[in-house]
C-alpha cells in the first residue's frame, strides 16, 4: 500500500480502493497513519504561501514530492462477511457518503437496446418487476440473488440468444419468448424445487400466454445417459436436469458454484458433465480438484516477497500458469479448476481478483 501511495503522490492521480475494508484491521491501521500523512501534507500545502516549502512528505521512510492533485477515496460494503470494520482513526480521514439506488428499469431498457431489442421498453418493464416478485415471494436461501448483477446477466444471456437465432435463421424472432428462455437458462438453475413452480407463475403472471422453450441440448443429455451407464450410475431424471442446467450456466460464466448437501451428486454431475462433453465435442476435459481449506491463503493464491519483490505461485495461480503456457498443448484441451470444500470468505474472496 505504501508503494501505491508513493506512486499517487509524484504524480499527482487520485487513488480509490475499492471494497477497502476487505484488509486485515491491522494492516487499516498502519494504512490510516500513510493517508493522515498525505492529507496533512496537502492540507499544509494548500494554505502555505510558498508551495515549494510544503511540497513534500515523508512515506516509506523517504521524502517525497507531494502533488497537489492527489487524492485517496474508498468504497466499502459495511456488515458484509469477511469484511473489516474501519478503525476510528481510519474513518475520521474519509467524509462518508451513500449512493442512491439505481434506476432497474432505465438500466435494463438501455441494455436490451443496446443487445439489439427493439421492444426494449416493453420487456424493461416486465422483467424489472419479475425480478422484484422474485425477491419478495422466493424463500430465503444463501445462495439466492435478484438484485442489479442477476438482472445483467439474464439480458446479456437473451442478447446473446437474439444473435444465434438470426445467425441460424436470418428472420425477426419473438423477443418476448427470448426473454423468458433467458431467464429459464439462468434463474431455475439456482432455484429449490418448491421456488420453481413459484417462479412458472410468476412468469405466466408477468408474460400472459407466451410460451418461451428452452433448448432440447439433446445431443448433451444422451451423452450424459450413456457416460452414466459406462460409469454404473442411475441417472434420475431431476439430477439429469441438472446436469444441463449445469451446462448452460457454464456457458455464461466463467465461474459457478454447485450448492447442495452431501450426498446430492455434485461431484458426479460435474464429472459426469466434463466427460459428456467430451464425447459430444471431442475435447478432451481435464480437472484439477484442490480442497482450499487444506491449504493457507497464501499456499493457494501465491505470495510476494517484501524484500526482494518476487513472486512466488501458489496452488491455484500455479494451475493456472500451467494452463497459459501450454507446454504440453493444454490450449487445446478444456479446464476445470474445482475447489471442493466449504465455501468461506476467507479464500473465495480473493477470486474476484
Known amino acids: 500500500m505504501g508503494r501505491i501511495f508513493v506512486g499517487l503522490c509524484q504524480v499527482g492521480a487520485w487513488g480509490v480502493f475499492d471494497e477497502f475494508n476487505r484488509l486485515d484491521e491491522r494492516i487499516l491501521s498502519a494504512v490510516s497513519q500513510q493517508i493522515q500523512t498525505i492529507q496533512l501534507g496537502l492540507r499544509a500545502n494548500s494554505t502555505a504561501k510558498d508551495n515549494s516549502a510544503t511540497g513534500e512528505i515523508e512515506l516509506l521512510g523517504h521524502r517525497v514530492r507531494l502533488h497537489p492533485d492527489t487524492g485517496v477515496f474508498i468504497t466499502m460494503n459495511p456488515g458484509y462477511a469477511g469484511r473489516s470494520n ?13 449512493m442512491a439506488r439505481p434506476d432497474r428499469g432505465l438500466i435494463a431498457q438501455v441494455m436490451l437496446y443496446s443487445q439489439g431489442f427493439r421492444q426494449a421498453e416493453t420487456l424493461a418493464g416486465k422483467i424489472v418487476p419479475l425480478f422484484s416478485l422474485c425477491s419478495e415471494q422466493m424463500s430465503a436461501q ?11 446477466s439474464v439480458l446479456v444471456s437473451a442478447g446473446n440468444l437474439k444473435r444465434e437465432q438470426l445467425q441460424h435463421s436470418g428472420e425477426e424472432v419473438d423477443e418476448q419468448a427470448l426473454v423468458i428462455q433467458s431467464v429459464r437458462e439462468t ?92 464425447r459430444v465435442e471431442g475435447v ?70
Open 86 to 98: 474501519l478503525p476510528d482513526n481510519l474513518k475520521k480521514l474519509f467524509r462518508s457518503f451513500a
Open 142 to 152: 444463501p445462495h439466492y440473488d435478484f438484485g442489479l448483477r442477476a438482472l445483467k
Open 187 to 278: 434463474v431455475v438453475p439456482k432455484l429449490v424445487a418448491a421456488d420453481m413452480r413459484l417462479l412458472m407463475r410468476l412468469l405466466d403472471d408477468v408474460f400472459p400466454g407466451a410460451t418461451g422453450s428452452g433448448p432440447s441440448n439433446e445431443a448433451l443429455r444422451a451423452a450424459v445417459l450413456a457416460e452414466c451407464a459406462a460409469r454404473r450410475l442411475e441417472p434420475g431424471a431431476e439430477w439429469v436436469e441438472k446436469v444441463v442446467q449445469l451446462h448452460q450456466i457454464q456457458a455464461l460464466h466463467h465461474g459457478l458454484m454447485l450448492v447442495g448437501a452431501a450426498g446430492s451428486g455434485k461431484t458426479a454431475a460435474w464429472r459426469v458433465l466434463l466427460a459428456a462433453l467430451e
Open 284 to 353: 478432451e476435459g481435464v480437472s484439477y480438484v484442490i480442497d482450499p481449506k487444506a491449504v493457507s491463503k497464501d499456499e493457494l493464491y501465491g505470495t510476494l516477497d517484501a524484500t526482494t519483490r518476487e513472486w512466488r505461485d501458489g496452488l491455484f495461480t500455479h494451475l493456472l500458469r500451467k494452463i497459459v503456457d501450454s507446454v504440453r498443448g493444454e490450449s487445446a484441451k478444456r479446464h476445470w479448476i474445482v475447489f471442493d470444500g466449504d465455501v468461506d470468505p476467507e479464500w473465495v474472496e480473493n477470486l474476484n481478483s
